[in-house]
T-cell receptor
């Protein structure tokens, strides 16, 4: 039973399109995150929600919009996709602060 | 904000030898220091963590040391095996913070 699951695993799309990535966790955690991993493997936090409230909102283009319908789900919508958005996006969850983060398997986004 | 430096970026060792990865952090208020292992095509997975009230922690072949005064922490892997080959990330989190700042990763290759 997958703890943190993301869909889709691969996403290839054209510049200018709008796409969404979905994430679900079945661990009962109260905090969820989106990270971006670039081609050099650098992991950078983008957003975090705690109990459906946005608590981390890093400097990312406002074309990126997270949405948390409930504690178990965190989605990422991206408008007007650009070539530079190509990366692997990871969803993660934790129970509170300073605890183990469980990561999904990642979504490899390729913008052509 | 927190800044985490990680060295080396790549590390090759012979099977059976030890591997050491070092990280420094900038925020003296940071108190949680996890290490993650990322295998190809997968999300990062926690392998060991340490909190600021502890100087050293060991789990079988893996150990982590923390020097709060110098603001650095290290991962030690003994008796390396080919399955230890992966990218390893250190991270740091400030007191009461949900934000985990990652180092840039170390690609470890264990040569049989």
């Amino acid at each position: 039973d997958t703890a943190v699951s993301q869909t889709p695993k691969y996403l290839v799309t054209q510049m200018g399109n709008d796409k969404s990535i979905k994430c679900e966790q079945n661990l009962g955690h109260d905090t969820m995150y989106w990270y971006k991993q670039d081609s050099k493997k650098f992991l950078k936090i983008m957003f975090s929600y705690n109990n459906k409230e946005l608590i981390i909102n890093e400097t990312v283009p406002n074309r990126f919009s997270p949405k948390s319908p409930d504690k178990a789900h965190l989605n990422l919508h991206i408008n007007s996709l650009e070539l530079g958005d190509s990366a692997v996006y990871f969803c993660a969850s934790t129970r509170g602060r300073d605890t183990e983060a469980f990561f999904g398997q990642g979504t490899r986004l390729t913008v052509v | 904000g927190e800044n985490v430096e990680q060295h080396p970026s790549t590390l090759s060792v012979q099977e059976g030898d030890s591997a050491v990865i070092k990280c420094t952090y900038s925020d003296s208020a940071s108190n949680y220091f996890p290490w993650y292992k990322q295998e190809l095509g997968k999300g990062p997975q926690l392998i060991i963590d340490i909190r600021s009230n502890v100087g050293e922690k060991k789990d079988q072949r893996i150990a982590v040391t923390l020097n709060k005064t110098a603001k650095h922490f290290s991962l030690h892997i003994t008796e390396t095996q080919p399955e230890d080959s992966a990218v390893y990330f250190c991270a740091a989190s400030g007191a009461g913070s949900y934000q985990l700042t990652f180092g840039k990763g170390t690609k470890l290759s264990v040569i049989p």
